[in-house]
């Protein structure tokens, strides 16, 4: 991004932060993700060679360091503590999105690859204790061979599975992805989602009742939108 040519701390902070694809990619660092291909997966619609440059960007600016893997073979990315502080500004981005932007997805943003991304990076895999529990969901929607995913819950650690890991599945989802992504976005409260069917959820009922600290909504889901409170309706209307 081009200077703003202003001394102003705001000016300077804009110049880095507010350039496309930097927030998201600060989001998928502080939520966990630290290999090229795993960040790569929660922007899916950003190039690998921009996906680079931004981070070497980032990278020479302070908020990101490179560090050799366990193998030594390739690179891990990691937020410095400058990068950190960023992260406050970035959920505080996404509670007013949650709160002000509209709430109707278009087919574009219906996007299976980042809603599994989003629930590996963010649930609980201690909600059911710290023995192996396995959930299976099913995007009932969806061609065959991206229908399930098994998530492995073990020792506090998750593993995604893209084929059946084998052992007792303790829980059963089943919803279409609009329907997913409105749970896991807290448009649709998970128990009304189950209620009315669009969550079909099957298992033990000491495993159901846990679902939802697993799920492990944060606070952006917990926002309640305002597309009908007081200032959008005043912008709603019309000059007298």
Known sequence: MKSYGQF???AKAAEIFCERWTALVIRNLGAGAERFN???RGVPHMSA???TRRLRHLEAEGLVERRRSGTGKSWTYHLTNAGAEFLPLVGALGIWGQRWTRRELTEGELDLGLLIWGLEYSVDPLAFGPKRHVLRLSVSDQPEHKRRYW???EDGKLDLCVSDPGGETDLFLDATLADL???YRGDVALEAAMDDGRLKVDGAPKHIRRLRRWFNFDTMARTPGAQDGPARQALASPPA
């Open 8 to 10: 102003c701390p705001i």
């Open 38 to 40: 795993d960040i790569h």
């Open 49 to 51: 060679t921009l996906l």
């Open 151 to 153: 998530f492995v819950c």
């Open 181 to 183: 992504i409105r749970v």
